[in-house]
């Protein structure tokens, strides 16, 4: 007799032992998988997140003695910091520059050619934008520019025979933009246009400090 006790006392304590492990289990599964949703729920790091960009169309532009074609794409992500209003995050660009035509040899002024060149231009930097007013919001940027330019001799790009290529020169720029613009926004996806002053623009070229910028977002 005291052994039956004695063996149901045992099965009865391992069966609830064993039954409060179970549910530790379960409610250990439950929370890991509560922590891993925080990122995908309603206020969740996913749901923060807006994604746009601009894509430059396809341009074609030269003249009599040669032709370029150029294409670019600029993506950029944003994360909420308070509520809707306030965004910020990284904003690249790339270049795709094509060029076909005559060329100035620079040893001697003898025009050449044909001759071709691919060449690819970047950027990268941060952004920070605020929403002012429904669809009006403002747009802060820091950009870390890399572009490759032509150089110009006589209307004709400038040819080096040593290397056998049209000649470019690397450039690099820092520019700080300024400026506001109107997103058509009601739902997921829309179309947004604004204008940008570049406040560290060179003094030492022709280009105009403003920047027009045209593209779609999702969830802005």
Do not use: I, M
């Given at each position: 007799m005291k052994k039956i006790f004695l063996f149901s006392l045992l099965s009865l304590i391992c069966?609830?032992?064993?039954?409060?492990?179970?549910?530790?289990?379960?409610?250990?599964?439950?929370?890991?998988?509560?922590?891993?949703?925080?990122?995908?729920?309603?206020?969740?790091?996913?749901?923060?997140?807006?994604?746009?960009?601009?894509?430059?169309?396809?341009?074609?532009?030269g003249g009599r003695d040669y032709n370029v074609f150029t294409i670019g794409v600029a993506p950029m992500v944003g994360y909420k910091v308070v509520g809707d209003i306030l965004s910020v995050g990284p904003r690249v660009s790339l270049d795709y520059l094509y060029l076909k035509g005559y060329a100035i040899n620079e040893n001697n002024g003898q025009v050449v050619g044909p001759r071709k060149l691919n060449s690819m231009s970047y950027s990268f930097g941060a952004f920070a934008r605020a929403k002012v007013f429904r669809a009006i919001f403002a747009h802060a940027e820091f950009e870390n520019q890399h572009t490759r330019e032509v150089p110009i001799a006589f209307n004709l790009p400038l040819y080096d025979p040593v290397n056998d290529e049209i000649i470019t020169n690397k450039v690099v720029r820092n520019n700080m933009y300024l400026g506001a613009g109107y997103n058509s926004s009601s739902g997921l996806i829309g179309w947004e246009i604004m204008l940008l002053y570049n406040v560290n623009a060179p003094e030492n070229t022709i280009d105009l400090p403003f920047t027009l910028r045209m593209g779609l977002n999702y969830k802005f």
């Open positions: 069966c609830l032992a064993f039954q409060n492990d179970a549910h530790a289990q379960k409610r250990g599964k439950k929370k890991k998988s509560s922590k891993t949703d925080e990122y995908f729920d309603d206020s969740g790091f996913v749901n923060k997140l807006w994604y746009g960009g601009g894509l430059s169309l396809p341009s074609f532009a």
